[in-house]
């Protein structure tokens, strides 16, 4: 039996579709860089500590055998362990079924689903490929973490390798109800393959409902919900709301770089409120519904011409899939209509930016903005909101949030909007803009209060925990 203090001791294989590192090459030159999303600063400082290591893509296809083994080599000093693809299964695999079967799927937009059955043959051949990728490199006594949609037949692949490893799973998208996720024809495999896990945690209560919906209305018989296993084995399912590294935010917008860049954001739009959204090109963030609303709020506060900004960073994200090269037309078009109808000599009502910016400078908007503005109608937990929060030192400061988001139900204090009701989101806009200091402050301070408590530190901790515990269980069960 595993004692806490053993716990921390023991080895980490992680698991993820990417790596956590961006391979650009310059000229004849690789460069090497980390990357800074959520979870790759959460498991950062982890993986690389007592022999910990992180297994997924790397983002490049290498030129010939030599770059590989060059790739393989920088990475290896990093405790990073690239899966290779090749650009069929790129295609195939990643655009294919995860980004244009599971992503749709996963966020209500089932006329979105391309069912192929290439797309469902490249996804069980990358699966398979990661599952011997890590047979190569994984010893008996170590944790295995799989992360998100990309990989869920891996747990039950990694299952059938070693009975009794330890493996917890995390999805960090929602999942969706059973009405939806039994349309696929592979439903079965799909929730086999979690199954493999020992815990599979999700970021709300809903999607673990849903979850546990869809497990026991395909497996009927075979799986009892309310004392979860399969075969015998214990399975646990849980909440773990994830969070973000609270003093990285908070500390950088106290950096003379960031308030200087911050300053310099709010002389260009000096005596203006200022809306920020930051996210990545996805039709699953309503950034066409938030675009109306702004509209309306022009429409129907004249007075507030020349006096509040739509600010949008879009991180370019799928542009090969043909969704996304759809909703990027349609955003130039709202963003041109809005600017020409209602901009002035000197003003424009909406700022768009379409690229990826450094962390400081993310930081710096996030310090200057007003009013943060999240539209998202289904995102698993969405960072942005708690980046906003703890990038706030004081008022002005008001984050507007879907109820659609996962975070939206720990941050009961911001202002939710449905952003499906175009015109109370807009009311709800001018409430943001109209209210005082005062109030702004409290709200502020009860949602860093929560967010600072509850960081990506934490959620990994409380993970790791959960899964020992799981193995603890089924150990005592076994010598019952
Ligand atoms: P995403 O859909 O990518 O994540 P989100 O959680 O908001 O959504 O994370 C986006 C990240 O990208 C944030 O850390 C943000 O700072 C960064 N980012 C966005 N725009 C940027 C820009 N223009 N420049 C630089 N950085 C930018 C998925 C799920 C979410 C879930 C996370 C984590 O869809 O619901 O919260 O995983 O589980």
Not at 175 to 189: A, D
Not at 426 to 453: F, H
């Amino acid at each position: 039996m595993l004692h806490s203090k053993d716990r921390s001791t023991v080895k980490t294989l992680i698991i993820s579709n990417r790596l956590p590192i961006k391979i650009e090459r310059k000229k004849s030159k690789l460069k090497f860089t980390a990357s800074e999303g959520g979870l790759a600063t959460g498991l950062g400082s982890f993986y690389k500590e007592n022999g910990s290591y992180w297994l997924g893509w790397p983002g490049i296809i290498p030129k010939n055998k030599e770059e590989e083994a060059y790739i393989r080599e920088e990475l290896k000093k990093l405790n990073l362990i690239p899966v290779f693809l090749t650009e069929k299964q790129i295609r195939d695999y990643y655009e294919g079924f995860s980004n244009a079967v599971l992503w749709p799927l996963c966020h209500y937009r089932p006329s979105y689903v391309e069912l192929k059955e290439s797309y469902w043959n490249a996804y069980q051949e990358v699966n398979q490929l990661f599952a011997e990728a890590t047979a190569e490199i994984v010893d008996p006594s170590m944790r295995i973490w799989v992360h998100d949609y990309q990989l869920m037949l891996l747990p039950m692949m990694l299952r059938e390798m070693n009975e009794s490893a330890s493996i917890g799973y995390f999805h960090h998208i929602p999942f969706p109800p059973v009405e939806l996720f039994q349309m696929l024809p592979w439903r079965e495999e799909l929730l086999r393959g979690l199954l493999g896990a020992d815990l599979v945690g999700f970021h709300t209560f809903e999607n673990v409902d849903n979850f546990l919906d869809s497990c026991s209305g395909i497996f009927q018989n075979e799986i009892d919900r309310d004392n979860f296993r399969l075969s015998g084995r214990r399975i646990s399912v849980d909440v773990f709301p994830m969070g973000i590294d609270y003093e990285k935010y908070s500390q950088q917008a106290l950096s003379p770089e960031t308030i200087t860049y911050s300053q310099r954001l709010k002389n260009l739009f000096k005596d203006q409120k200022l809306i920020l959204s930051v996210d990545r090109l996805d039709y699953s963030k309503g950034i066409i519904q938030r675009l109306n609303a702004f509209e309306l709020l022009l429409n129907m506060h004249p007075e507030l011409i020349g006096k509040v900004v739509l600010f949008m960073l879009i991180v370019p994200s799928r542009d090969q899939v043909n969704q996304y090269k759809k909703l990027r037309n349609e955003i130039d078009r709202m963003v041109g209509n809005i600017n020409s109808v209602y901009g002035k000599p000197g003003w424009q009502p909406v700022a768009y930016f379409y690229h990826a910016v450094p962390f400081e400078i993310l930081s710096a908007h996030y310090l200057a903005a007003d009013i943060c503005l999240i539209t998202s109608l289904y995102d698993g937990m969405n960072l942005v909101s708690k980046e906003y929060i703890a990038s706030k030192q004081d008022a002005p400061a008001v984050l507007v949030i879907s109820e659609f988001a996962g975070a939206s139900k720990e941050l009961s204090d911001a202002l939710q909007i449905n952003p499906y009701a175009v015109r109370r989101t807009s009311e709800t806009l001018y409430e943001a803009i109209e209210m005082p200091l005062e109030e702004q402050a409290e709200r502020l301070s009860a949602s860093q209060e929560i967010i600072s408590k509850f960081t990506v530190h934490h959620w990994v901790n409380l993970f790791m925990e959960r899964l020992s515990e799981v193995k603890e269980q089924q150990q005592q069960e076994l010598a019952r």
